[in-house]
């Protein structure tokens, strides 16, 4: 994007400073009049100049472009924070960079908070751009190695079609960037389901429409120039519901089911019926209403099926919350079986788990357990100062045993690609 020269008032110039100005002039971008909201022009080629407004009280203030016309350049004293004119009309830009790394791609969520609106902050007599400060009060810092670093401030929503980014204090959302469309590919989903957390990088030195033939990010830290930080991945019912597009196509979905209840036949001698056969089937597509239906017994061997389809997918690990001790229990010794005639493995959580305990349950295909126990090795692995690597979101599918187990899993629900009623 090009950029304009800013239409300066002379006391700015004054009053700020040639570095401050300097310093503006790298961090605003003319989108947006900040006075009637509607697009600045162009003139060959280039967008109009903006006329820059700076309102001042104490130690801090805001600087703006306005169309000359519907606010000449000016800077003005207000009384208090409080004063300062209301923005409405701030542009955002953001774009998810994707980084090689190690066996798969990282992504990263940058984002250039605001084009058009500058805060600014006196420091030892010199006025100097301060738009960051906000993030880094919320916990952002200025290393690589702070953008694996979750922060309470800091979250991951995905949509059936979007990615949002939430920036809250406390329970108070203070900003909220959406990406969809083209901006959030199908592999871009598949990349985020690998990892419990996502970076994100925030910078107003960068114009992120701006295609760039490299990582800027090395760039920006180096010149202290972005703040980072992570936020939790967390899924939306809707996001979670099984469909289709879990598989290649229609005749891939069959053949799996079809080695699904060729699994249980030789692990239980048990040939599945059609009903329950069906019922996974519909599961698989996100419909859980026929597997709820039917007997105890069926529904457990109907949510092996779909346990066992998305398993030979690779499409990662199965947690399984029951909704009591006796019924994990009866889970546990189904799945017991199919793994002896098969090379998956399955445990069965324990009351109260030790760390390395943890670690070995998480890596089993098959974990079980109630969404209590669930709970409690999910907060254990998030108090916990050791490094859990893939097994913090070793369970990609989380099949529920009754409604009520999603209500008692509380928060853990939201971290799962998939979640179906079984």
Known sequence: MARSKLLVAPDTRTGLGPEALAELRAALRPVDCQTCGRRFGRRFGRREAAALVV????????????????????????????????????????RLLKLPAHERDDLVFLVNPSYEVARLRRRR??????????????????????????????????HEDRLSVHVSRGEILLERWDLGGPSFPPDVAGILATKDWLTIAVTTSLDVDESVRRN?????????????????????????RPRASDFADE?????????????????????????????????????????????????????????????????????????????????????SALCAVTDYTTALLTEEPAGEQILVQYQADVVIGTPEQFRATYELHRNDTGDWGPDET?????????????????????????????
């Open 125 to 158: 007599g010199r006025w100097q751009v301060a738009t960051l400060d906000l993030y880094a009060a919320l916990g952002l810092g200025q290393d690589l190695l702070d953008g694996v670093v979750p922060l309470p401030s800091l979250s991951a929503v995905v």
């Open 394 to 422: 070793r369970g990609h599918l989380a099949l529920l045993a009754g409604a009520d187990v999603r209500r008692r899993a509380g928060d853990v629900i939201g971290r799962y690609p998939r979640v179906a009623v079984v």
């Open 251 to 335: 005749d891939q979905r069959a053949k799996l089911l079809a080695y699904a209840i060729a699994v249980i036949a030789m692990g239980t001698e048990v040939e599945v019926g059609s009903k329950v056969v069906r019922a996974a089937a519909a599961t698989c597509l996100g419909d859980s209403e026929p597997i709820t239906g039917l007997l105890p017994e069926d529904r457990t061997r109907a949510a092996a099926l779909v346990a066992l389809s998305y398993m030979a997918r690779e499409y990662g690990g199965v947690h399984l919350m029951a909704a009591d001790r006796g019924g994990a229990a009866a889970h546990h010794e189904l799945f």
């Open 55 to 94: 309102e001042v009280t104490g130690e801090d203030a805001v600087a703006s472009l306005h169309h000359p016309g519907c606010r000449p350049p000016t800077q003005v004293e207000v009384a208090s924070p409080d004063g300062f004119t209301p923005l409405p009309h701030q542009s955002w830009r953001a």
């Open 216 to 240: 800027p990010l090395r760039m920006l830290v180096d010149a202290r120039q972005a703040r980072l930080g992570a936020g939790r991945v967390r899924y939306t019912d809707a996001a979670q």
